[in-house]
């Protein structure tokens, strides 16, 4: 079993859908947790990162269930500018290893 | 300041031969990553140094591949023999602190034909 594990999609949506993507994670004990986007043939980027509380940051809310050991991103109002794959990341109870699910790729379309 | 800085940004290679790739992280930051990227397996941790120390070495796949930092402001990464499957888009990344943001170079494209 993968340590990080996303559907891989693709999701197609038309502009202005609400989207939602989730990520399961097996290390209980895992401390930090993050949304990375990358685009095509580009370095992965720090989207957001995710705090038990859930929160918030415009179009986007990333919400975090460590019972479930689960995390979701949900997008409201695509835009076409949000097609990137997104990467689920979790960081271990110590040290930094910072583990990366294998994404999961979002089209919008017009 | 300029972000973390990889190069070359190509390389094709044949195989047998030595690779070295170069990462200069971000400066003042203390964790640096090497990472594999493939179509079949993702974002793979190689890799992970803090403080120059390598931390966690238990994801290069093997003997052929080693990482170096004799320096806070340079890594290595070396491939000695290549192997076709050794083509990849690799990345190097620092971070400042434990559980904060890493940032990512642009990656190296490697081509081992």
């Known amino acids: 079993r993968k340590e990080v594990e996303q559907d891989p999609g693709p999701f197609n949506v038309p502009e202005g859908a609400t989207v939602a993507f989730n990520c399961t994670y097996s290390?209980?004990?895992?401390?930090?947790f993050f949304w990375y986007r990358q685009d095509c043939r580009k370095e992965p980027k720090l989207l957001m990162s995710?705090?038990?509380s859930g929160n918030e940051d415009g179009r986007f809310t990333a919400q975090l269930n460590r019972a479930s050991q689960y995390i979701s991103l949900l997008i409201r109002d695509s835009k076409l500018s949000d097609s990137a794959t997104y990467l689920c990341v979790v960081n271990r109870e110590y040290g930094n290893k910072l583990v990366f699910g294998a994404g999961t790729i979002l089209r919008v379309k017009s | 300041d300029a972000g973390v800085i990889q190069s070359p940004r190509h390389e094709v290679t044949e195989m047998g031969q030595e690779v070295t790739l170069r990462c200069k992280p971000i400066s003042g930051h203390d964790y640096l990553f090497w990472y594999r990227q493939t179509m079949m397996r993702g974002l793979e941790l190689l890799i992970y140094?803090?403080?120059?120390?390598?931390?966690?070495d238990s994801g290069m796949p093997e003997d052929r591949f080693s990482a170096k930092m004799p320096n806070a402001s340079f890594s290595t990464l070396k491939i000695q023999p290549s192997e076709p499957r050794d083509s990849a888009v690799y990345f190097c990344?620092?971070?400042?602190?434990?559980?904060?943001?890493?940032?990512f170079g642009q990656g190296t494209r490697l081509t081992v034909v």
């Open positions: 290390n209980s004990a895992s401390q930090s």
């Open positions: 995710v705090y038990s």
């Open positions: 990344a620092s971070s400042s602190d434990t559980g904060t943001e890493a940032f």
């Open positions: 140094f803090n403080n120059n120390v390598p931390i966690d």
